[in-house]
């Protein structure tokens, strides 16, 4: 697990909702493990995975855009000037 600091602690009180807090008293129930040791280690796997590189990659596909007719993509400022107005600076 690396070098974790376990004598430094932060206390605090969090308030859980009840479906989580039985899910949590039942994995310390489960394995003998404190009810702090368990809330611990499920945040820690949690933010863990979030920062994981297993998960897939975000992918975008592409798809055509399909313009009005008469809208010229390539021709920015034409574009911004029919949609705002020959004042839009």
């Given amino acids: 697990m690396g070098s974790r600091l ?3 602690s932060v ?3 969090l308030t859980l909702e009840d479906d989580v807090a039985e899910r949590l008293r039942e ?3 489960r394995t003998g493990k404190s009810f702090k040791d368990v809330v611990n280690e499920s ?3 949690g933010l863990d995975r ?3 590189s297993d998960l897939p990659p975000f992918k975008v596909r ?3 855009m399909h313009a009005r007719p008469g809208l ?3 021709d920015i400022e034409g ?3 029919r949609l705002e107005g020959p004042l839009h600076r």
């Fill in 50 to 52: 979030r920062t994981s």
């Fill in 6 to 8: 376990r004598d430094v």
């Fill in 62 to 64: 592409a798809r055509a």
């Fill in 43 to 45: 945040i820690r796997a």
């Fill in 27 to 29: 994995e310390s129930r």
């Fill in 11 to 13: 206390r605090t009180t």
């Fill in 79 to 81: 574009l911004i000037e």
């Fill in 72 to 74: 010229d993509f390539d």
